[in-house]
Each structure stands twice: as C-alpha cells, then as structure tokens.
C-alpha cells in the first residue's frame, strides 16, 4: 500500500522547502576588559582632575575606538584607537589628537597612553 494521496501526480512540481540562508555577523573589533580597564582608569583620574567630562566607545569593522571630550557638544580632544591590521607593523594602538595628529602609536597600550596620562609629579 502506498502512503501518497489519492490526487498525487508525479509531473506536478512542487517548491522545496530551503534552509533560511545564513548570514554570517561581521566581526566587530573591541576593546577586551585589560585594555577597557586601563583606559577606564586614565579617564577617571583625568575627570577627578577635570579635564575631561565624557567620552564615547565606538566599535567598527576594522577598529575600536575610544573618544574623549571636554566637553559633551565639542569634538572629541582624544581618540585612543585600536586598530589590529597595524598589529604587526608599526602597533595596534594609537592616541590621536583632535587635529588627527598620531600623537603615539605602539604594540603596547600602556606605552602608547604615556602620551596623555601625566603623573603627579614633586616640585
């Protein structure tokens, strides 16, 4: 006995179902907890000291980013960015100034926030 139906007809084509097709998510470049530690710090030391006032985190494609403002409705004085294609060339690290002037760009992101992290210094 056969389990089709009565009004099956083997020339009559029917649609096949497909899998929903896959859409891989682009890998997004970010800062991992180490590196958003350090930087957290240096913004709350600066902040006590009132330099800076706000900042914002923005994750592309290709890099991390990492902004500093002194204010909410200016541009961002610093932007400290992580960008890993450089990482074997000259450092996946960078601060750069509002002008877009590379202020240091390094392998290592405690080297590289020298530039803008000023230590108490005896007089």
């Known amino acids: 006995m056969s389990s089709l139906p009565d009004d099956f007809d083997p020339g009559e084509s029917r649609p096949t179902e497909r899998a929903p097709a896959v859409v891989p998510v682009p890998i997004r470049v970010t800062f991992n907890r180490l590196e958003l530690n350090r930087i957290l710090n ?3 030391r600066m ?3 009132g330099d800076w006032c706000d900042y914002a985190i923005d994750f592309f494609k ?8 002194r204010r909410a409705s200016e541009v961002p ?3 400290i960015e992580k960008d890993p294609r450089l990482a074997r060339k000259q450092g996946a690290y960078s601060v750069i100034s509002a ?7 390094g392998h ?5 926030l020298l530039v803008i992290d000023r230590k108490l210094a005896l007089v």
């Not at 290709?62 to 403002?69: E, G, K, L, Q, T």
């Not at 002008?99 to 760009?105: D, E």
């Open 42 to 44: 240096l913004y709350g």
């Open 99 to 105: 002008s877009g002037l590379v202020l240091r760009r």
């Open 62 to 69: 290709d890099r991390a980013v990492f902004s500093v403002f």
């Open 47 to 49: 902040v006590a000291d």
């Open 108 to 112: 290592e992101l405690d080297r590289v």
């Open 77 to 79: 004085i610093y932007r």
